[in-house]
């Protein structure tokens, strides 16, 4: 039976990320990208659909784990009755194919004299396909139609009911490897990555890469802690980053609202920019801009809300039905069919994303103001359209809010190119365009009874994206209507001072969809940020503690948090939920009200 999701730490290799449990269990591997088949998804089911453990092999140990110097190196020690065993688990970053990937388990006796076990069972295609398991010169071999997996190691190995079984055990000074290299099968056996040094060469790597941080923050830990998660969920032949490494995490136990989250939003755009930018990650925010600038070159009207990790538009969604589904969530689904909504803030997102990164001093490139203009000439044309909103709700298209504001961020960002960078553009036109936009969401999106603006026009319901009115400029801190709309999302989206993206049963179960969700962490940090943003910074600081208070062990959050159960609901390591922690730190340690 799977963990729960807090129980789980990452590795990764800036390709793929892997799932590993408190037990010491890989539950989770989709290999060789974030996106591809699972070859281990017991995550989802049980140990059936493939896993590999390596934990001590009797019972009444103590856990305790760690990320050694803020890395993806994981580190989990075992104090028990006969002693202590250390288990050193990372993914090498690939120097050769792109293809061929490593996952390395690093077994060190501490003291006394620990018997360990070792079990090893692949299954690919999320858990359809067993393998065929051999030895061959190369190796153990286990083989099915384009997947080849070979295990190294020194300890003797039997294969038997499709899996790796090894006994062995470890005193102290000893250091057991186990490497699993998987790459295509009708290609040569890879040359497998000498354990210790693999181990040396990725520590280095992260210790490289996180001295580059330039903040040194009350919140320094936290802070560093979710640049690298963020980090590992980028990947590095294109500079994309994937909004979680996991499919079908529920955000309701036992209910349908499990999604894929292995690819790239490009929501995200100007919350990751801006963390980037912030932290000292120019080369990274580089990149981002460019994949995004990529991914949306062509027609205006033909972008999309996410990608796939190359720019691919096509994320067709299905289920898995041979997967009972996490503690029993089906369905589990692969790809995703919001790719294909209509969601006007995108556009905006997109506009403001690549404003931040002018701002910063990104070198431009070539002809990419011209495709701002056609995203601006798009809006100009569609901004009063009604669409599925930031929440991808798969009940009737609405005027949403947010989804205005937006709008009117992406023609303001645009206004202020011509003014500050001199670019070319029918200035005056736009500057109509914003008022007329600002008029009629003040308009049509505000309730003057209740003192705050609804999540559509004419909504009886609240929005926690309407915390980001003032942090995308539409209006001051100080205006009444963002205090108004502040504290009403406070009282009314709260459960336990944790903040609900919307209620789902408000205006006649918007969404479409049945049963309910957790506490949207993003939305709570939003709300820590606007506590502090219209002066109730003591408020806001203390949200933002409580918050940190729910990541893992290791640092991680999920997507929601369950405040009833206190258990992480949705998919994990969640990009946007890391994003959310750094900016808000950044914000509130800025001792100003915030800017988005």
């Known amino acids: 039976m799977a963990g729960r999701i807090e129980d789980y730490g990452v590795i990764g290799d800036l390709r793929s990320m892997a799932l590993v449990g408190a037990d010491g269990s890989i539950d989770w591997l989709c290999l060789p990208r974030f996106d591809s088949a699972a070859c281990f998804a017991a995550l989802l089911d049980d140990e059936g659909a493939g896993r590999w453990l390596v934990a001590p092999a009797g019972g009444g140990y103590r856990m305790t784990r760690r990320y050694r110097n803020q890395s993806l190196v994981l580190e989990t020690d075992w104090e028990g009755p006969d002693g202590a065993v250390r288990v050193i688990d990372f993914m090498p970053l690939r120097t050769g194919g792109g293809d061929v990937a490593d996952v390395v388990r690093i077994v060190q006796g501490v003291s006394g004299r620990v018997p360990m076990r070792m079990d090893l069972g692949l299954r690919f295609d999320y858990g359809a396909i067993r393998p065929w398991l051999t030895d061959d010169a190369d190796g153990h071999l286990a083989l099915a139609g384009p997947d ?16 790796w079984l090894a006994e062995f055990a470890v005193a102290p000074g000893d250091r057991v490897p186990f490497v699993l290299t998987h790459g295509p099968s009708h290609l040569p056996a890879p040359q497998p ?42 990947y590095e032949p294109t500079g994309g980053i994937v909004a ?20 790239c939003w490009m929501r995200d755009a100007t919350l990751t920019l801006s963390a980037l930018l912030s932290t000292g990650y120019l080369d990274e925010a580089r990149a981002w801009r460019e994949w995004l600038l990529r991914a949306v070159a062509g027609a205006p009207s033909d972008m999309r809300i996410m990608y796939g990790l190359h720019g691919e538009r096509r994320i067709p969604e299905y289920e898995l039905r041979w997967l ?34 002018r701002e910063a001093g990104i070198a431009p490139v070539d002809d990419a103001w011209e495709m701002q203009r056609g995203l601006l000439d798009f809006l100009e044309g569609h901004w009063q359209d009604p669409d599925n909103g930031l929440w991808e709700i798969r009940g009737p298209q609405r005027p949403f809010v947010h989804s205005k504001v937006l709008a009117w961020a992406g023609v303001d960002r645009a206004v202020r190119a011509v003014d500050r960078f001199g670019l070319d553009g029918p200035v005056q036109r736009w500057r109509e365009l914003r008022g007329r936009i600002h008029d009629e969401v003040c308009e049509r999106g505000f309730d003057a009874a209740r003192g705050t603006f609804t999540q559509f026009y004419g909504s009886d319901g609240l929005d926690a994206s309407l915390l980001l009115i003032p942090r ?48 949207f962490v993003i939305c709570s940090f939003w709300l820590a940020a606007a506590l502090h943003g219209i002066g109730r910074t003591a408020d806001g600081r203390k949200l933002f503690e409580r918050l940190l208070g729910l990541r893992n062990d290791l640092g991680l959050l999920a997507e929601e948090f369950d405040p009833h159960a206190r258990r992480h609901l949705g998919n994990t390591p969640q990009a ?21």
């Open 148 to 163: 080849a997996a070979r295990l190294h190691t020194p300890v003797p190995v039997s294969g038997t009911d499709g899996r």
């Open 193 to 234: 990555v000498v354990a210790e040094d693999a181990l040396r060469a990725t520590e280095a790597f992260w210790a490289e890469w996180i001295a580059r941080c330039t903040y040194r923050g009350e919140w320094s830990d936290a802070v560093r802690s979710s640049l690298v998660v963020l980090k590992g969920l980028t």
């Open 244 to 263: 979680a490494a996991t499919t079908s995490l529920p955000e309701e136990i036992g209910g349908t609202r499990n999604w894929d989250y292995r690819f």
């Open 324 to 357: 009972a589904g996490y503690e029993g969530s089906p369905p589990v689904r692969v790809g995703n069919g919001a790719a294909g909504q209509y969601q006007l803030d995108v556009w905006g997102e997109v506009l403001d994303g690549l404003h931040v990164g």
């Open 472 to 519: 995308v400029g539409f209006l001051p801190w100080s205006d009444e209507r963002v205090r108004g709309t502040v504290e009403a999302v406070e009282r009314e989206l709260s459960e336990d001072g944790l903040v609900l993206r919307y209620r789902t049963a408000a205006d006649g179960r918007v969404d479409g969809l049945p049963g309910d969700e957790g506490t």
């Open 576 to 596: 946007f939920s890391h994003l959310g922690l750094i900016n808000t730190a950044l914000h509130i340690e800025a001792g100003a009200p915030c800017a988005r």
